[in-house]
Every structure is written in C-alpha cells, then in structure tokens.
C-alpha cells in the first residue's frame, strides 16, 4: 500500500494498493506529493540502492522534493572510517578523495550491472598505492587494493543525504 498523507492534518488524501514489488512506485506516483517522505522500506543496502537512485532521480527530475530514510549501511571495509561514505566525490575531476589524502581513479569506463530486475551503469574506482598503504588492512581485505563502485543515481542518493 502507498499513500499520500497531508504534511500539516495528517490525514490520507490518496492511496494506492498494489500486488507487486514497491522499489519502483515511489519516483512514479511521486507527482502526486509536493513534499515527500519515504519510510525505510523504499531503501535498499548500498550495493542494491541502484534501483532507487533511480527512483530518487525520477523524484527530482519532476521538481518534487524527496526525503527518503537511510539506513545505515554495513560496513564494506574493515574499519567503518574506510566505508563509501567517507570518501568525497569530485564532479570536476571524477575521483574520489578519502580524508587521509589518497584519491582513487576512475578509468572512464561504465559497467553495466544487473541486480534485482534493475539495470544500471557503474564506474570503478581505484588506485595503485593501496599495496604500499600503511592502512589498507583497515580500508581494503582484497589483496589487489580498495575498488569502490559508484552508480549512475549516485548524485541523486546525495541529494536525498542532504535533504
């Protein structure tokens, strides 16, 4: 069941039942919001969250503001301070930057992936100093060094962050 509730009575001014799988109703009947609130459920673990990005990028295509949970995310590395979350996006220079200084690369490429009935399109991003990095137990088990994948919808998951 989806449903629309007024910000300011708190009463249902729409709703919709369906027998189908929701990680997709939310960027289409999200026209019907001004303001949108989404509960936890909308949201997927970091490596199934394609799917809704895509749904957060339909949201925000459409001009209507989304706010959707989070849930915090397990832990990738093995010292949460090495997590995905930590590293900060460069749009100018598409690299991500960890706060202990190193940049990881991208090469450019887009893979396709397929996860749960959704197609999207990622960038890896790596770099060749993990194997003389002091801390790369703490960020990385892979013995070849840390590869971080970001989305195609990735964008639009931060704008949610930032909402």
Known sequence: MQTTVDDKHKLIIDYKLT????SKAHGRDAAKRANNIANNGFYRPLRQRISHGSEIK????????????IPSVAACAPNPDY????????NLTDTLQLSAGETLRTNGNNYLKTKENSTYYVK??????????PVK???????????????EYQQYVDINKKT
Request: proline share 0%.
């Open 137 to 151: 137990l703490l960020c990385t088990k892979n013995a070849k060094g840390r590869l971080i994948e970001r989305s």
């Open 19 to 22: 027998n189908t799988n929701d």
């Open 124 to 133: 890896h991003y790596k770099t060749t100093k993990c194997q003389h990095c």
């Open 83 to 90: 997590n995905f979350d930590r590293f900060d996006y460069n």
């Open 58 to 69: 339909t949201a925000v295509e459409m001009g209507v503001e989304i706010m959707t949970a």
